[in-house]
C-alpha cells in the first residue's frame, strides 16, 4: 500500500469511527438504539470497500484487454511479416530453379560445342594432308590448342593443322604471326613447313605457304 492509499484509508477509517461514535452518543440509552446507530456508517466503510474492490477489478480486467489487443495485434503483425518472408522465399526459389535450368542449358550448349570441335579436330588429323573443314575456324583451333587437357602429341598435331588452317587463309603471312598464332616458335613452324612440304601438304615460294589443294 502507498503512502496516498495509506492516508486515504486514514481518514476512511478516521471519519468512520467518529460517524459510529457520533450516532452511539446521539441514541437513546438503549443496547438496540446504539446498534442501530452504529450500523450506517459500518455499513457505508463496507459499501465502500466493495466499490473500491470492483473498480480495481474492472481496471485491472481493463488492462488486461489492453494487453491481450495489443499481443493479438502484434500477432498479426508478424503474420504478416511471415507471409512476407514466405512470399520472398518463394520468389528466390523461382529464381534458383530458372537460374539451374540456365546453367544447365549453358552447360549443354558448351557440351555440344566441345563436341563439334572434337569432330571436326578428328576429322582433320586423320587426314593430315588435306585442307582443314572449312566449319572450324580459327578462333575454334586457338581454343582447343589452349585446352589443358590434351597430350603434348595432340597438341602438336593440333598445331600442324592449325598452321595448315592458317596458312591456308593467309598463304602470305610471315612466319612470325603463324607462330604466334600456334603459340609456337618460329624455328619450329620452319621446320614443320619443311616437313609439310616434303609430304607435299603445302608449298613455299618466294610469295608465302601455299597449301595443297588451294587454288593458286
Same mark, same amino acid.
Not at 35 to 53: K, Y
Not at 67 to 84: F, T, V
Not at 163 to 180: N, R, V
Not at 183 to 196: D, G, I, Y
Given at each position: 500500500?502507498?503512502?496516498?492509499?495509506?492516508?486515504?484509508?486514514? #481518514?476512511?477509517?478516521?471519519?468512520?469511527?467518529?460517524?459510529?461514535?457520533?450516532?452511539?452518543?446521539?441514541?437513546?440509552?438503549?443496547?438496540?438504539?446504539?446498534?442501530?446507530?452504529?450500523?450506517?456508517?459500518?455499513?457505508?466503510?463496507?459499501?465502500?470497500?466493495?466499490?473500491?474492490?470492483?473498480?480495481?477489478?474492472?481496471? /485491472?480486467?481493463?488492462?488486461?484487454?489492453?494487453?491481450? +489487443?495489443?499481443?493479438? *495485434?502484434?500477432?498479426?503483425?508478424?503474420?504478416?511479416?511471415? *507471409?512476407?518472408?514466405?512470399?520472398?522465399?518463394?520468389?528466390?526459389?523461382?529464381?534458383?530453379?530458372? #537460374?539451374? *535450368?540456365?546453367?544447365?542449358?549453358?552447360?549443354?550448349?558448351?557440351?555440344?560445342?566441345?563436341?563439334?570441335?572434337?569432330?571436326?579436330?578428328?576429322?582433320?588429323? *586423320?587426314?593430315?594432308?588435306?585442307?582443314?573443314?572449312?566449319?572450324?575456324?580459327?578462333?575454334?583451333?586457338?581454343?582447343?590448342?589452349?585446352?589443358?587437357?590434351?597430350?603434348?602429341?595432340?597438341?602438336?598435331?593440333?598445331?600442324?593443322?592449325?598452321?595448315? /588452317?592458317?596458312?591456308?587463309?593467309?598463304?602470305?603471312?610471315?612466319?612470325?604471326?603463324?607462330?604466334?598464332?600456334?603459340?609456337?616458335?618460329?624455328?619450329?613452324?620452319?621446320?614443320?613447313?619443311?616437313?609439310?612440304?616434303?609430304?607435299? +601438304?603445302?608449298?613455299?615460294?618466294?610469295?608465302?605457304?601455299?597449301?595443297?589443294?588451294?587454288?593458286?
Amino acid at each position: 500500500m502507498g503512502e496516498r492509499a495509506l492516508y486515504q484509508w486514514s #481518514l476512511v477509517v478516521l471519519f468512520t469511527g467518529a460517524s459510529i461514535a457520533f450516532n452511539i452518543a446521539h441514541a437513546p440509552e438503549n443496547l438496540l438504539a446504539r446498534v442501530v446507530g452504529a450500523t450506517p456508517p459500518v455499513a457505508l466503510a463496507l459499501a465502500f470497500e466493495l466499490l473500491m474492490g470492483q473498480l480495481k477489478s474492472e481496471v /485491472k480486467r481493463g488492462r488486461a484487454v489492453k494487453s491481450l +489487443a495489443k499481443l493479438e *495485434e502484434q500477432g498479426r503483425r508478424l503474420e504478416r511479416k511471415l *507471409e512476407q518472408m514466405r512470399n520472398a522465399k518463394g520468389r528466390l526459389e523461382e529464381q534458383r530453379h530458372e #537460374l539451374e *535450368e540456365d546453367l544447365e542449358d549453358l552447360e549443354r550448349k558448351l557440351e555440344e560445342r566441345h563436341q563439334k570441335l572434337e569432330r571436326g579436330l578428328e576429322r582433320n588429323l *586423320e587426314e593430315p594432308g588435306q585442307k582443314l573443314e572449312q566449319s572450324l575456324e580459327l578462333g575454334q583451333i586457338q581454343d582447343l590448342l589452349n585446352q589443358a587437357n590434351l597430350s603434348r602429341r595432340e597438341k602438336a598435331e593440333l598445331a600442324t593443322q592449325a598452321l595448315l /588452317k592458317f596458312y591456308d587463309e593467309k598463304p602470305e603471312a610471315p612466319q612470325a604471326e603463324a607462330a604466334e598464332f600456334v603459340n609456337r616458335s618460329p624455328s619450329w613452324v620452319s621446320k614443320t613447313l619443311a616437313e609439310l612440304e616434303e609430304t607435299g +601438304a603445302v608449298k613455299r615460294n618466294g610469295g608465302g605457304v601455299l597449301v595443297s589443294g588451294r587454288e593458286a
